[in-house]
């Protein structure tokens, strides 16, 4: 039992809200399961400034100070570096692949916990109460967050198993339920030259719906695919910085509910994670049905 939160802003008024919004959310949901948590959070101005990459490492196995040193200098430009407990978020004047390139070559083993110009994944072991009061998720600013808390089943309990898994370029994703065939599927994508960091059954996903992405399908078909190749029971949230999707399994037995407003779309394991959100009253609530795709993009429904 996994929680997941998901807030997309359509009305640029509430843009400012987006942290306080989604730490309600969030922290709503930690009787999910606390093992460990994440947070996605697309288009704030202090963690993601604008005209800057952004790189999340996980673990680094170094200072802040070290870190900048030994970026900035591999880069040739100043680099912005803040470490919280595991999550080190990186940011420079530089496109974020060249930014997570420079990362690689100077830290071979370092996990990455998400990378993109408007994209800033924190993650780590332990409660999203705690997650969140330590990045002051209350006070950051943006169109679209996502967040889980993980009760761990498949993998170990480590800062690396937390979700998101954000794997492809400001491309998230957030799982609650388990594939049951996700060993034969990391072996053919590994086949096809795929890296894994993890044995974690939810990276899988995300590296399936990265490699699709990145072979030009929408995120429609994408996710289309993967109800055809994954068993098991899951509903899934899959985001990058323009789009928000969800989607749920044939039998659809975790939970999930979505509102719907003319000034944001919402998700969640539970309508209690939803109920403080200004105008909810109002909201058109539903559960997703089985294998359909809701899909939402900046100023247009998909779904």
Known sequence: MCGIVGLHLRNPALYAQLGELLTRMLCEMEDRGADSAGIAVYGDPTWTPPGN?????????????????????ELGTPVTVVLRGTTCLVTAGVDSETLLAAARTLYRDVLVGGFGEDLAVL?????????????????????????????????????????PYAVGPQQCLVHNG??????????????????????????????????????????????????????????????????FAVVRDAIACKPAVIAETDDWVAMAS??????????????????????????????????
């Open 178 to 243: 388990s594939f049951s065939n996700h060993a034969t599927i990391r072996r053919e994508l590994r086949s096809a030259g795929v890296e894994f960091d993890s044995e974690n059954d939810t990276e899988v996903g995300a590296r399936f719906v990265a490699h699709e992405l990145a072979a030009g399908v929408d995120i429609e078909s994408a996710l289309h695919h993967l109800t055809e190749t994954f068993d098991g029971f899951y509903t899934l949230l899959v985001s990058n910085r323009d789009s």
């Open 123 to 163: 993650k780590g072991v332990g409660s999203p109460s705690s997650l969140a009061k330590s990045w002051g998720l209350a006070d950051a600013q943006g169109w679209q967050g996502v967040g889980h808390t993980r009760m761990a089943t498949e993998s170990a309990v480590t800062p690396g198993g937390a979700h």
């Open 53 to 73: 990459g952004t790189v999340s490492l996980i673990d680094v196995g170094a200072t802040a100070d070290e870190v900048a040193a030994a970026l900035g200098a």
């Open 270 to 303: 539970e309508y209690r994670a939803l109920a403080h959100l200004p105008g909810i009253e109002d909201a058109r609530i539903f559960e997703p049905e089985p294998e359909v795709i809701y899909a939402w993009t900046r100023g247009k429904v998909l779904a």
